[in-house]
């Protein structure tokens, strides 16, 4: 068997061989395909990678707030379900906002293996200064937590997360924010809460530019600080939820809120806008992509066949000899897949090279240096080897066919 | 009395049409072991598609061929090919050596193919079966370097690499000068008289003809006469 298979390796390289410069066309083609797939996949890659890691990180993955998806049912309709009265213009019942009976939603997040729950109180305060006002969304952290639940402590310019523990009255502001007041660190803003309250506070860390999300217009306190500035004691109305595994984030916060009734939402629920552009992107990409490895097919297709049309007198003699269909077949499966796996090797130094001419380059966004997103993992490489060699085989395949049902009568009676 | 290697009754080719063409009509031929068999007719007569459907490169359309008691005619195209392969030499009126094999690589194909011995073994016994051919310098050359003679020598080394019991040729000597020709048809009686094989040869030369056997003529696809020249001693 394995004789067979080498002694047809051997006549299917012949052929190559001889016909070198269909080979040379046949198997640039696939490295061309296979490189130029590396590099454009290595970057959608790369950067889709990149922008999800930012879309997680940007936020907690779940962030369980005091909404609800629907409102809670009224006690009368609870009462009688079904019942044949309908009631109509009942006075809803106010309820307190803010998550009830938090303390047991942070203790079965914790619960979680791996997952870390941090309690926060957001609401609106104004900064009023020279006659200007400025709204801030406030909100009130456990500096010890948030700093293992969200990268804010990554994006701080100056100052430290603990030191709201430190300062009385402290907070942290957006440098546009600071900016716009003319406030700089250690400055003292008041602050004016929609009850009425007022306070100073003590600017003790600021919060690197471009970063929108935590916004030119939001701010961090500490939680007890917040609580007692917007007049709401022991009420937190977030919870934000980092897990071990970001993409559990939605059957977690699926079951989070089956629990609890309360609105959890997850970073891929959050983002959902994007990453349907990114599936979008994807699909663009895979089809742009498997069209350069088509054509490169079409490469092998063309040289086995060509092959097969030269090489009909030897078929027919190696027929008459005992070769059986299959042989032949094979003979001209293996051309194709020679090919192939050449192209393979040759597009695989190809694309490793473009990667790296892609990643020397070097950007400058926001005053920073910045590279090209790659994905250099070996998944690529394989998905290209993968799609390259069923192409090839797929196009070597029919000629072979062809070459497998050449009658040699045909060609032993006619023979020049 | 010997066995026949193969046995051919009532066999029958027709081609599509209507009527379908007949190339060859029932015929009927027992083709003896160390004898020399030659085919004679005029051209078209049907004797090349004869040969082909005695050396299973093409299938009847009726009747039996029968070898070590088997129907070959209706065995599947992998079975025929294995039987071609280890029972059957053929050499051609065309050397047909591969051109991108030299004449050593050219014996070693059925060999190889065959894979019973070593690649050790097929060498040397590649290279001997080309000594026995009067080749045995010459077998790292293509065959393009090759005198038509030396080539028609290699095809026919390469016809016995598997031992074969039965050698076919299809007028192996049709494009050979005469000096050439004649070592060809020697080759071809020694072949039967000293190694017992069944050489059956499709040939329009009457010299040839003449020196062989048993003489089967043919006229419009019918076996007309089959005539003991030399009876076996």
Redesign the interface.
């Known amino acids: 068997?394995l004789?067979?298979f080498s002694?047809l390796v051997h006549?299917a390289s012949?052929?190559l061989?001889?016909r070198r410069r269909q080979t040379l066309v046949a198997t640039s083609g696939v490295a061309v395909g296979v490189g130029f797939f590396l590099a454009v996949s290595a970057l959608m890659v790369g950067s889709q990678n990149d922008f999800v890691r930012q879309l997680i990180d940007v936020a907690p993955h779940i962030i369980i707030s005091d909404e609800l998806r629907s409102p809670p049912p009224q006690p009368g309709i609870a009462a009688y379900p079904g019942g044949a009265v309908q009631l109509h213009g009942y006075r809803i019942r106010n309820e307190v906002r803010g998550l009830k009976d938090w303390q047991r939603i942070l203790a079965s997040v914790n619960a979680i293996p791996g997952a870390i729950g941090s309690p926060s109180l957001s609401g609106a305060v104004t900064l009023r200064l020279g006659g200007r006002d400025e709204p801030l969304a406030i909100v009130g952290i456990e500096p010890g937590l948030e700093a293992r639940v969200s990268s804010i402590s990554d994006k701080l310019r100056a100052g430290h997360l603990d030191d709201l523990e430190r300062v009385q009255g402290g907070v942290i502001l957006g440098e546009e924010l600071a900016q716009r007041l003319g406030r700089g660190m250690g400055d003292i803003v008041p602050a004016t809460a929609a009850n009425g309250t007022t306070r100073s506070l003590r600017i003790v860390a600021l919060v690197k530019k471009g970063n929108s999300q935590l916004g030119s217009s939001s701010g961090y306190m500490l939680l007890r600080e917040a609580q007692s500035l917007l007049g709401r004691p022991f009420i937190i109305n977030r919870i934000g939820v980092k897990l071990a595994d970001p993409y559990a984030a939605e059957t977690v916060a699926a079951g989070l809120e089956a629990r609890y009734r309360y609105k959890a939402q997850s970073w891929q629920e959050r983002s959902a806008d994007f990453l349907s552009l990114l599936l979008t992107r994807n699909v663009i990409m895979y089809t742009v992509v498997s069209a350069i490895l088509l054509v490169a097919s079409f490469g092998i297709y063309t040289a086995v066949s060509n092959s097969v049309a030269d090489k009909r007198?030897?078929i027919?003699?190696?027929?008459?000899?005992?070769?059986?269909?299959?042989?032949l077949q094979m003979v001209f499966v293996l051309e194709g897949m020679a090919l192939a796996v050449i192209g393979i090797l040759l597009g695989w130094a190809l694309g490793f090279g473009l990667m790296t001419i892609l990643g020397s380059l070097e950007f400058p966004i926001g005053g920073e240096i910045q590279h090209m997103p790659l994905d250099r993992s070996p998944r690529q490489y394989a998905i290209a080897a993968a799609a390259s060699l069923a192409a090839g085989v797929l196009a070597a395949w029919l000629p072979a066919r062809k070459a497998s049902r050449v009658d040699?009568?045909d060609i032993?009676?006619g023979?020049? | 009395m010997t066995e026949p290697v193969l046995v051919a009754r009532h066999l029958r080719r027709e081609l599509d049409g209507d009527p379908p063409p007949v190339l060859v009509a029932d015929a009927d031929l027992a083709v003896m072991p160390g004898r020399f068999t030659a085919i004679v007719g005029p051209s078209g007569c049907g004797k090349s598609s004869l040969l082909y459907l005695l050396g299973l490169i093409d299938r009847p359309t009726g009747g039996q061929l029968l070898f070590d008691g088997r129907d070959l005619a209706q065995m599947s195209g992998d079975e025929r090919a294995a039987i071609r392969l280890e029972h059957f030499g053929f050499v051609f009126q065309f050397h047909f050596l591969l051109p991108e094999f030299t004449a050593l690589e050219n014996v070693m194909l059925p060999l190889r193919r065959l894979g019973r011995l070593s690649a050790r073994e097929v060498e040397a016994r590649a290279t001997s079966l080309l000594a026995d051919v009067g080749l045995a310098e010459k077998g790292w050359k293509l065959p393009e370097k090759l005198s038509g003679g030396e080539r028609q020598r290699v095809a026919i080394a390469r016809a016995l690499a598997n031992n074969p019991r039965l050698v076919l040729g299809d007028e192996p000597t049709g494009n050979l000068d005469s000096v050439n020709s004649a070592r060809v048809v020697e080759l071809f009686r020694a072949l039967a008289h000293e190694q017992g094989r069944a050489v059956v040869c499709v040939t329009h030369d009457m010299g040839i003809a003449d020196l062989a056997d048993i003489r089967v003529s043919m006229l419009d696809g019918r076996v007309i006469e089959v005539r003991e020249q030399n009876p076996p001693s």
């Open positions: 068997m004789a067979r002694l006549i012949r052929h061989i001889v007198r030897d027919a003699i190696l027929r008459s000899m005992g070769f059986s269909q299959g042989d040699p009568v032993l009676r023979a020049v």
